[in-house]
């Protein structure tokens, strides 16, 4: 996609584009050019970003325990627990765009603790 250049007053501290026709999961940049009033010109490029604008399929966590049902689906050396963390399956979960594989969490009961694992 490219657009037309526009040109805006020296004065403007922000801008937003209207009407851009941006298409989910492609990556975009935008590129700046600033000119004085001797014509002296330098330009920057943003990194890339990616449009998102489909909602993920929400799933459920699960943790393997002596009740839970054998239903083949619990991903290998995850849903357990140690004094040190508790490793939880997020079964259902998927993203097209967003590339999340998992997520690792810890429970205490202080900020950053790990008392409540067990």
């Not at 990194?47 to 009740?67: K, Q, Y």
């Not at 097209?96 to 950053?112: E, R």
């Amino acid at each position: 996609m490219s657009l037309s250049p526009s040109q805006i007053g020296g004065m403007v501290r922000d801008y937003t584009f209207v009407g851009l026709d941006l298409h989910d999961g492609s990556l975009y940049c935008v590129t700046v050019v600033v000119c004085n009033g001797a014509k002296l010109c330098t330009s920057a490029m943003s990194l890339r970003f990616l449009v998102d604008s489909s909602p993920p399929s929400p799933g459920m966590f699960a943790i393997d325990t002596d009740h839970a049902a054998n239903l083949q689906r619990q991903p290998e050396d995850w849903m357990k627990w140690s004094i040190y963390n508790v490793d939880l399956a997020w079964l259902g979960f998927s993203d097209l765009h967003s590339g999340i594989k998992f997520y690792k969490i810890n429970i205490g009961s202080t900020y950053m603790g790990s008392d409540l694992n067990r």
